[in-house]
T-cell receptor, first 112, second 117 residues
Framework: SQKIEQNSEALNIQEGKTATLTCNYT??????LQWYRQDPGRGPVFLLL?????KEKRKERLKVTFDTTLKQSLFHITASQPADSATYLCALPSYNTDKLIFGTGTRLQVFP | DAGVIQSPRHEVTEMGQEVTLRCKPISGHDYLFWYRQTMMRGLELLIYFNNNVPIDDSGMPEDRFSAKMPNASFSTLKIQPSEPRDSAVYFC???????????????FGSGTRLTVV
């Protein structure tokens, strides 16, 4: 079955720096991958979707890359702010289905 | 749009009692999902519906769990009888589409935190 690996250790960075989060997956390569943000006590919020034929996608200060050879997606937040502090989840469809499975997320802490 | 609405926000119940969680998806979204989130297992898909019809319930842990969607604007997840290991945050989400040719992100509700004592 498909496995998603996100760094379980929190990422602490200083305001203004670029945060880079990693999502690795095993087995088959999905047709797309999604990233979500989750704040404590809230549901995940959809941020970006990237398809397998797209190497990179941007939205304001966010950038996502998708490397099907490495089986990896990188999620970048440039000029990070304390308000960016949250847990970030990657998600992709399970093999041969449309069911979206989620990684366990990486907690980002941006300090002033 | 008020987004996906779940109720109650918190539920504390005694083991053996029946629990019903409720969800109102975003109008026009054809897909509705029930997920469960725990520290140990993260977000797990329990069941999803397309146009009110259950499509895949393979994630439902046991027969104690059941879900219904009587119309496009309402769904319930019921646990009967509840057990302490059911304690988790239950999320409902909806989406416009999930086919690979027409994929949209999911919109999640704020969740129901269930504690079974």
């Amino acid at each position: 079955s498909q496995k998603i690996e996100q760094n379980s250790e929190a990422l602490n960075i200083q305001e203004g720096k670029t945060a880079t989060l990693t999502c690795n997956y095993t087995n088959y390569s999905p047709a797309y991958l999604q990233w979500y943000r989750q704040d404590p006590g809230r549901g995940p919020v959809f941020l970006l979707l990237i398809r397998e034929n797209e190497k990179e996608k941007r939205k304001e200060r966010l950038k996502v890359t998708f490397d099907t050879t490495l089986k990896q997606s990188l999620f970048h937040i440039t000029a990070s702010q304390p308000a960016d502090s949250a847990t970030y989840l990657c998600a992709l469809p399970s093999y041969n289905t449309d069911k979206l499975i989620f990684g366990t997320g990486t907690r980002l802490q941006v300090f002033p | 749009d008020a987004g996906v609405i779940q109720s109650p926000r918190h539920e504390v119940t005694e083991m053996g009692q029946e629990v019903t969680l409720r969800c109102k998806p975003i109008s026009g979204h054809d897909y509705l999902f029930w997920y469960r989130q725990t520290m140990m297992r993260g977000l797990e898909l329990l069941i999803y519906f397309n146009n009110n019809v259950p499509i895949d319930d393979s994630g439902m842990p046991e027969d104690r769990f059941s879900a219904k969607m009587p119309n496009a604007s309402f769904s319930t997840l019921k646990i009967q009888p509840s057990e302490p290991r059911d304690s988790a945050v239950y999320f409902c989400a909806s989406s416009l589409g999930i086919a690979q040719t027409e994929i949209y992100g999911y919109t999640f509700g704020s969740g129901t935190r269930l504690t079974v004592v």
